[in-house]
């Protein structure tokens, strides 16, 4: 029996952001070890490789050493940062194509819940702004309430996981998301809201086809 949970992607999805580089980038990009991340993640071999990792051991290793520089900040720190990246970043990102199908599945008193790979901060700071209580995402680690660089937990491509350890067991009445790594949500969805951007159109066509359930695709004009 399918139960009333709607799953909501935060990156890409309900924001045109990558936040977790987006937030490193709002606050530290004077800094000189952001302009190598910067040059790295714009270098086409390096990029290759970080996939290639990513594929195989679930591990992006440029957001693995990104991190290590939030190493030191408090939790009240990090939640303020978050919260002024928010209002001054993220409130001008917003997709409006995503908000209006996620106030049309609330006014049908589905269960909404936020479940993203961003720093918790991160999508505390949403769930927070948009009044989506619910909210799972990659935790960083603290020891004695300071930053360890480092997360405890990482949602990347465990979304699933994560939900049923929690006891919100599929299969869910839908998702909305951008990336191909909530495949395994996708499929335990009933229905499913998939974000294309207009520079990406064919980006999910293979697939839409191939899915034995019902899909919408929703395009974002850049």
């Keep these: 029996m399918t139960n009333n949970v709607f799953i ?10 990558n936040t977790t580089f987006d937030f490193l980038k709002y606050f530290f990009s004077e800094k000189p070890w952001y302009k190598v991340l910067t040059i790295i993640r714009k270098t086409k071999f390096l990029i290759i490789v970080n996939a290639i990792v990513m594929r195989l051991s679930k591990i992006d290793l440029l957001r693995y050493w990104a991190l290590t520089h939030l190493k030191g900040y408090s939790k009240e ?15 001008n990102c917003i997709n409006d194509e995503t908000i209006e199908i996620i106030n049309r599945v609330k006014e ?24 989506i209580p619910c909210v799972f ?16 937990q990482d949602l990347l491509a465990n979304k699933l996981s994560t939900l049923v350890d929690n006891k919100i067991n599929p299969p869910y009445w839908g998702i909305i998301t951008d990336n191909y790594s909530d495949m395994a949500l996708i499929k335990n969805s009933q229905h499913v ?15 839409s086809d191939k899915l034995n359930i019902e899909t919408k695709l929703i395009t974002i004009y850049e």
């Design 8 to 17: 909501i992607d935060i990156c890409g999805t309900i924001f045109n952001s």
């Design 193 to 207: 809201f998939l974000i294309q951007y207009s520079n990406k159109k064919n980006y999910w066509n293979h697939l």
């Design 77 to 91: 720190q990090l939640n303020k940062m978050a919260e002024e990246f928010y209002n001054n970043y993220l409130i």
């Design 137 to 152: 995402s990659s935790k960083l680690a603290f020891k004695n309430n300071k930053c360890l660089g480092r997360l405890q």
């Design 108 to 131: 049908e008193n589905k269960e909404l819940i936020l479940v993203s790979a961003t720093l918790d901060c991160i999508a505390f700071a949403v769930s927070k702004n948009m009044n």
